[in-house]
């Protein structure tokens, strides 16, 4: 068992070794560099990092949502045992509506404004991962029959099931017409409509006020459980990632750096990246992370050398530039790439805990901005 | 305000302009030097035929008492009497009317039936191949005289190749009950497949030439449309749940990139109704039209006032349907309406 | 409007004239930087190689024009509908005369026409467009609803009813045109001005003590230059199609003189044999309007404005 898969043999989810690159104006950009994760069934994963991390275009991969070109995939993602990359897209489409399902990030730009809620649902209930239909097939089950019928009951029921008010009359709206809160939960009920297995959600709920989303993460946390639901989430939270996943992966420059049981990685987070961020969130509210942490992501056309954190990390020495570090196993279920727990380097440091690095962020700051200026960050 | 009340205001609106113009239209006939008794009598007339007839004209009364007779005859249809044909204008227009409308109503249909899949494909390949021929077309098609298209036409097709008959609705041997006036729709009507099909040969010529101005807007207005639909979120998201890309694109994506492409459907009528003009008159079409440009040539003046009245009302309706339409594509247009006042 | 200069002046003379300086380098800069992406662009410079050709052409028709007599009221008949040759490149048309030189003649009645129609109904549009869109209330509203009478009709069918009313002749087809013309401009104007009217530089300018005229013409003018620049060279290849449009059915240009249309309309009697007598004619106004619409597509990405025609 590597630390991409550890929870069991036979996760639903696994990527392994993924490379995302764009060939831009400006040269080569490596936004993802080697990432591997997994899902377990009936696990809630997270992927936390700042925005511009890779973790959307790793999400994005994983869903065929970006275009070759300018995009260059490598890697292998399996889902339930089939693998994604070389699968046809014909079958490719008919996992992605069924078996996986997705929410996007913003619930105000994600639902069709120029149809009504009813049609939106009921067509997904009804054609959602079958691709290959016809226009014929498709104007005899949608207007022919009582198919239609059976489709909308599902879709009112489903919105029943993320506690709309008042389903029958929300089906009729249009997207405009509904607040931020009952559009996301249109959503969700639209990811939901085929009974997924995978479920991978970027940035839910963030993009609502602190009330609202606290419902949604509460409503999401019980549809979970009610759907079995695996889920892939995407986050730049830490706060939404500590309430509902089981595990979480901390991704930085492109890379995975850290990835650890929830109460495990909030108790003793390992790489000096987590404990910035485990540090700098606020105490009370979930608000945005990594405002502690001084500095900014790496550029991708020109990423520093060796470990990308080290720029800005308290702890770096010559060791960070020069190489990537390799993940060092911690127990069976977590593991950190940093070069501070591989004990044939010999750190300068002793490992720092979180307390440590508390201290260190009131002084890091001056520190961080003359390092990532020196090895040329930028 | 209610999305009804706006498309009250805005017929309001159009029916002022249209009293607008029956009062420039007025003005010019009246005001400017010329006398219309005159003009109807021809140079060879007495001066006491023409003070007669000024009187039956109404031409010495007060002006206010001339536009409100003239008024009178429009709103109630009548107008008057064409000197060039000796009928009512309005047994002219009713004759002459359905030619022009079957005309534009086939070139609208090839503007939208060819221009919109066109710049929708061209939109999924942008700077592809496919995307730069119809920049070219699209640019061909503005800066090309309608008329001269048309003349190109009948040389190419009519003349060289003899594929189709070169002027007229109908070939001789053909006779058809004039029920309706579309002669596409008497025809099948009266069950004669080989007129139906005669009828087509002619009209194609003209309502291709008719079209080619506006397809190219069309198309070049849906391919930007498209391409800034495309990048939304629920485009990507209707990907995600796996739905027909065929369906994703012309049902979700095409509905929002829809609303520019019909918003300029009205302004693409009036330049139809424009190039109609040219177009008859290169096809020898009988209609509204070459009616029109004839009245202009003999100054049959009471057969100008009914074909311009005519366009005008014509123009009018056509913009409010569309702004009915464009209510009905796109709920965020009635919702603005709505919330701004 | 030198009153209101001095007015505005009085205030603050300093920072006035120290405001003025910056901005009109602002827009020279902008000018400058305006015409290095144009020439960057072969589209819009060969738009700009056609129409110069093509005014140079017609300007010094008299003296290029190889059978300058030909213009007007010329026959010989022996010569009549003979095909492109050396001695006539464009072939002659059904009274033996020159189509080339015609042409050339013809251009410089659709470029008179263009100048007298925009040389009136830019000016006035843009005036009336300022004082709408200044004014605001009931200004506004008589002259909105006075432009939307005009566009009432297709322009071409406005302009020929105008036409009608008075004598199918040229200059009541310029006439015509001219009076409608506008109403384009004055739609452009008002809709800028509207959103200009609350930028800063207006109120700082009506704080300072500047009159109406001032604002209007110094301050909110020089901001719709671009986009008024950008409709008239696409406005130009418009009133060429439209002008030919009316010669072509018979109420502008009239024979014998040698308008684009008037040929075409002519040359129709003699296809196809006499192709040459249409088709080249045709061409003609196709390639000018073709110049004027690639270099005002050029003008509109340089400057970045969105303008339709």
């Not at chain 1, 790793?58 to 045992?81: C, H, N, V, W, Y």
């Not at chain 1, 996007?104 to 959602?128: H, I």
């Not at chain 2, 101005?213 to 979120?233: F, H, L, N, W």
């Not at chain 3, 192709?275 to 690639?294: C, E, K, R, T």
Request: glycine residues 10%; charged residues 20%.
């Amino acid at each position: 068992m590597t630390l991409a898969e550890p929870i069991g043999d036979d996760p639903i989810l696994s990527v392994r070794d993924l490379h995302v690159g764009f060939d831009s104006f400006d040269g080569f950009a490596d936004v993802v560099d080697g990432v591997d994760l997994s899902v377990g069934r009936g696990e809630v994963v997270t992927v936390a990092g700042e925005t511009g991390c890779g973790k959307s275009v790793t999400m994005k991969a994983i869903l065929r949502l970006l275009s070759e070109p300018p995009a260059q995939i490598e890697g292998e993602i399996t889902f339930d045992g089939t693998e994604l990359r070389s699968l046809p897209k014909r079958e490719f489409d008919r996992l992605k509506g069924r078996r996986m399902s997705l929410i996007f990030q913003d619930p105000m730009s994600s639902l069709n404004p120029t149809f009504t809620v009813g049609e939106q649902l009921a067509d997904t209930a009804q054609f959602g991962g079958r691709s290959d239909t016809g226009v014929l097939e498709y104007v005899r089950r949608r207007y022919l029959g009582g198919e239609r019928a059976e489709a909308r009951e599902r879709a009112v029921e489903m919105l029943r099931e993320v506690q709309m008010p008042d389903p029958e009359s929300v089906m009729e709206s249009y997207p405009t017409q509904l607040s931020g809160g009952m559009r996301q939960r249109v959503l969700i009920a639209q990811a939901l409509l085929n009974d997924p297995d995978l479920l991978i959600a970027d940035e839910i709920g963030t993009a609502l006020d602190v009330t609202i989303h606290d419902q949604i993460m509460t409503l999401l946390e019980d549809l979970i459980a009610d759907h079995d639901l695996s889920v892939l989430m995407i986050t730049h939270n830490l706060g939404v990632a500590r309430q509902v996943s089981d595990r979480i992966y901390v991704m930085y420059g492109g890379r995975i750096v850290e990835t650890a049981p929830t109460a495990a990685l909030f108790d003793a987070p390992k790489h000096p990246y987590t404990q910035g961020l485990v540090a700098s969130i606020p105490r009370l509210t979930g608000d945005p992370m990594a405002e502690g942490i001084d500095g900014s992501v790496p550029e991708y056309l020109d990423p520093p050398s060796g470990c990308r954190f080290h720029p800005r990390c308290p702890y770096a020495h010559e060791a960070c530039r020069e190489h990537r570090p390799e993940t060092i196993p911690v127990g069976t279920d977590a593991g950190v790439e940093c070069v501070l727990y591989d004990d044939r380097h010999d750190a300068p440091y002793d490992a720092p805990t979180l307390e440590t690095t508390r201290a260190q962020m009131g002084t890091i700051a001056d520190q961080s901005q003359t390092t990532a200026s020196e090895l040329g960050g930028d | 305000m209610k999305y009804w009340q706006y498309l009250v205001r805005r017929l309001t609106g159009g029916v002022v302009s249209l009293l607008g113009l029956s009062i420039i239209i007025f003005g010019v006939s009246r005001i400017l030097p010329g006398n219309p008794a005159r003009m109807a009598l021809g140079a060879m007339a007495s001066e006491k035929q023409v003070r007669e007839l000024s009187r039956e004209m109404g031409l010495t009364d007060p002006l206010w008492q001339q536009y409100v007779q003239y008024m009178q005859g429009l709103l109630t249809g009548d107008l008057g009497q064409s000197l060039e044909t000796k009928r009512e204008v309005a047994t002219d227009i009713a004759q002459y009317l359905p030619a022009t409308l079957e005309l534009i109503t086939v070139a609208m249909m090839f503007t939208v039936v060819f221009g919109i899949p066109l710049g929708v494909i061209a939109a999924q390949n942008k700077d592809g191949a496919v995307d730069h021929a119809t920049r070219l077309v699209a640019f061909f098609s503005v800066s090309v005289p309608g008329f001269f298209i048309g003349v190109m036409f009948q040389l190419i097709f009519g003349y060289l190749l003899e594929w189709f008959p070169i002027t007229g609705r109908l070939a001789s041997e053909y006779s058809v009950d004039r029920e309706t006036g579309f002669l596409l729709v008497d025809t099948l009507a009266a069950g004669q497949v080989d007129a139906h099909l005669n009828v087509w040969l002619h009209l194609l010529l003209p309502a291709l030439a008719l079209s080619m101005a506006g397809m190219g807007q069309v198309m070049r207005i849906t391919r930007s449309s498209m391409i800034d639909v495309q990048d939304q979120d629920y485009v990507a998201a209707e990907r995600g749940f796996g739905l027909p890309s065929w369906l994703v694109t012309y049902k979700y994506t095409l509905k929002n990139a829809f609303v520019p492409t019909l918003t300029i459907l009205g302004l693409l009528y009036a330049s139809l109704l424009g190039n109609a003009f040219l177009i008859e008159v290169v096809f020898s079409w009988p209609g509204l039209a070459l009616y029109g440009v004839t009245a202009v040539m003999n100054n049959d003046f009471n057969a100008v006032v009914g074909v311009t009245m005519t366009i005008g009302v014509a123009f009018v309706s056509i913009n409010f349907v569309i702004d009915v339409l464009l209510g009905r594509v796109d709920p965020r247009i009635r919702l603005q309406v709505e919330e701004a006042t | 409007m030198s009153t209101e200069t001095t007015d505005a002046g009085q205030s603050t003379p300093e920072s006035e004239s120290l405001l003025d300086s910056v901005v009109s380098q602002q827009r020279r800069e902008l000018w400058a930087r305006a015409w290095k992406r144009f020439v960057s662009r072969p589209m819009s410079v060969a738009g700009l190689l056609i129409i110069l050709v093509v005014v140079v052409a017609a300007l010094l028709a008299p003296v290029v024009a190889p059978y300058p007599e030909h213009a007007g009221k010329y026959t010989d008949f022996a010569a009549a509908l003979q095909g492109p040759s050396l001695d006539h490149p464009l072939g002659t048309d059904h009274v033996g005369r020159d189509v080339l030189s015609r042409i050339l003649f013809g251009y410089r009645l659709s470029l008179m026409m263009v100048g007298v129609v925009l040389g009136f109904g830019v000016p006035v549009g843009v005036v009336l467009g300022l004082v709408a869109g200044y004014y605001g209330g009931w200004t506004e509203t008589i002259i909105m609803r006075l432009t939307d009478t005009a566009l009432a009709l297709p322009p071409l069918v406005m302009a020929l009813a105008i036409t009608s009313a008075l004598q199918p002749t040229l200059w009541n087809a310029m006439l015509a045109i001219a009076a409608l013309w506008w109403t384009w401009h004055t739609r452009l104007v008002q809709s800028i001005v509207a959103s200009e009217r609350t930028e800063e530089y207006v109120q700082a300018a009506e704080l300072a003590g500047a009159g109406p005229l001032h604002v209007m013409f110094r301050e909110i003018l020089p901001n719709t230059l671009s986009p008024i620049l950008v409709k008239v060279t696409l406005d130009a290849g418009f009133v060429i199609l439209i002008g030919a449009g009316l010669s072509f059915i018979g109420v502008g240009v009239q024979p014998p003189q040698p308008g684009l249309g008037t040929m075409v309309s002519q040359g129709t009697n003699y296809l196809p044999d006499s192709w040459w007598f249409a088709v080249f004619p045709g061409l003609a106004i196709f390639i000018l309007v073709m110049g004027f619409n690639m270099l005002g597509d050029g003008l509109r990405d340089v400057f970045d404005v969105e303008v339709n025609r």
